[in-house]
């Protein structure tokens, strides 16, 4: 259970809302380039607006020593754009001018603060060791202790970054209650739809570069019994494909040199635990000479050359389990869509998962850049906003902001 911006009267209270806007920068324009994120807040800005309420918007954007480690100013006129309403700006975190500026707010304006990440004490802290950041370590840093007190509500919107615990993200959970914003709750409506007892039969396609942690995703969902099957693709599948003993050649240096040669032996003991309930290639796609050559797989043959893709008969027998399924998770592509030669496999997944009947997840990243692309966003149940939260969620991880999400639901429910 947790709290939603519907459970209390937000009229004419102050609320502090963290989103995660960070966004594709140009490089040598440093101009945003996508305003996906951004767009996404609208949703809950609208709602306070319309609730009567005072906002201050607090987020980030990359990281020191980035390239796109830019002020806030441009993402506070893109997001007044998407409103269509005045987002007013300051180039400020904790100065006496924001304070006065908060103070001085009237009900339904909003004003956005500057980088987060501009104080040394957000980035320092150790945000993947969150267990041992307790709330009231994160809440006694100056910005959060200073702030603190003009609010009335913590409202957090950052799912993309709900696997963080940097002060901005969990400190204010310590002096309020903290809700979620439209798009956390719609996340973890729609995440725990996929993962408490789904219907079946339940489907993940799993694919990507991210090995390991694809690798965690699919031990947690058979292990827990939520997936009936599991359809690898992408690197994921040559680490399987590698474990069932076929020779893929310089596919395993390649899986080496990404630093998941270990995963390997993990795959063959889940493949030796749930056996045909993970599927692998039967046929795939090499890149000669930048051109297209597919391959049918057996024991004799060796693949000197770049797996980029899976072929057309796995793409039929993929197609088969998504349209029978009931629920479906992907999370990453199926091999290299970046080059057209390439596309075919992850065209043809995110088509079945369109055409079935099943209430369907992508996760964040590449995988819905592809689904965007080829015009079928619309036709998926739930496009994930975080990528790396996502799959941590998936994978049976805590996440910071749900662990403190849930925590302030417990602590306030009674008062």
């Given at each position: 259970m947790y709290y939603t911006i519907d459970d209390f009267d937000l009229k004419d209270k102050t609320v502090v809302l963290r989103v995660d806007i960070n966004s594709p920068i140009d490089p040598s324009t440093k101009e945003i380039t996508d305003i996906t994120r951004i767009e996404a807040c609208k949703d809950t800005i609208c709602d306070l607006v319309k609730k009567g309420s005072k906002i201050v918007i607090i987020a980030h954007q990359?990281?020191?020593?980035?390239?796109?480690?830019?002020?806030?100013?441009?993402?506070?006129?893109?997001?007044?754009?998407?409103?269509?309403?005045?987002?007013?700006?300051?180039?400020?975190?904790?100065?006496?001018?924001?304070?006065?500026?908060?103070?001085?707010?009237?009900?339904?304006?909003?004003?956005?603060?500057?980088?987060?990440?501009?104080?040394?004490?957000?980035?320092?802290?150790?945000?993947?060791?969150?267990?041992?950041?307790?709330?009231?370590?994160?809440?006694?840093?100056?910005?959060?202790?200073?702030?603190?007190?003009?609010?009335?509500?913590?409202?957090?919107?950052?799912?993309?970054?709900?696997?963080?615990?940097?002060?901005?993200?969990?400190?204010?959970?310590?002096?309020?209650?903290?809700?979620?914003?439209?798009?956390?709750?719609?996340?973890?409506?729609?995440?725990?739809?996929?993962?408490?007892?789904?219907?079946?039969?339940?489907?993940?396609?799993?694919?990507?570069?991210?090995?390991?942690?694809?690798?965690?995703?699919?031990?947690?969902?058979?292990?827990?019994?939520?997936?009936?099957?599991?359809?690898?693709?992408?690197?994921?599948?040559?680490?399987?494909?590698?474990?069932?003993?076929?020779?893929?050649?310089?596919?395993?240096?390649?899986?080496?040199?990404?630093?998941?040669?270990?995963?390997?032996?993990i795959a063959k003991g889940l493949l030796i635990k749930y056996g045909s309930k993970i599927l692998t290639p039967v046929d795939v796609a090499l890149n000669i000479n930048n051109e297209r050559v597919e391959r049918d797989l057996n024991e004799e043959d060796s693949f000197n050359y770049p797996i980029f893709d899976m072929g057309r008969k796995t793409m039929n027998i993929y197609e088969k389990e998504l349209k029978s399924a009931k629920v479906i998770v992907a999370n990453g592509p199926a091999g290299v869509f970046e080059d057209p030669n390439f596309m075919a496999g992850t065209k043809s997944l995110i088509e079945s998962i369109a055409d079935s009947e099943a209430f369907s997840i992508i996760g964040g990243g590449h995988l819905s850049a592809a689904t965007e692309k080829i015009g079928l966003s619309k036709k998926i149940n739930h496009i994930s906003t975080g990528g790396g939260a996502c799959i941590e969620y998936l994978s049976g991880k805590k996440l910071p902001v749900i662990e403190l999400l849930r925590d302030s639901y417990k602590k306030y429910n009674n008062k």
């Open positions: 990359s990281r020191p020593g980035k390239n796109d480690y830019i002020s806030l100013e441009q993402h506070s006129k893109k997001l007044a754009e998407v409103l269509d309403y005045p987002v007013k700006f300051i180039d400020s975190i904790i100065c006496s001018a924001v304070v006065n500026q908060i103070e001085n707010l009237k009900s339904g304006e909003i004003l956005m603060l500057e980088n987060f990440r501009f104080l040394a004490e957000e980035v320092m802290s150790d945000w993947k060791k969150w267990e041992n950041i307790t709330p009231e370590k994160q809440a006694n840093t100056v910005a959060i202790s200073k702030l603190a007190p003009l609010f009335d509500y913590f409202i957090n919107d950052a799912f993309a970054a709900a696997h963080r615990a940097q002060p901005s993200l969990v400190g204010f959970a310590y002096y309020m209650p903290m809700l979620a914003g439209r798009i956390l709750e719609k996340e973890l409506h729609s995440l725990t739809k996929a993962l408490n007892d789904p219907e079946k039969p339940c489907v993940y396609a799993v694919g990507g570069a991210k090995a390991d942690d694809s690798i965690e995703v699919i031990d947690n969902v058979l292990k827990k019994d939520i997936a009936d099957k599991v359809l690898t693709s992408g690197i994921v599948a040559n680490i399987f494909l590698s474990a069932k003993g076929y020779d893929i050649g310089a596919n395993v240096d390649t899986i080496e040199k990404m630093g998941y040669k270990d995963q390997i032996d």
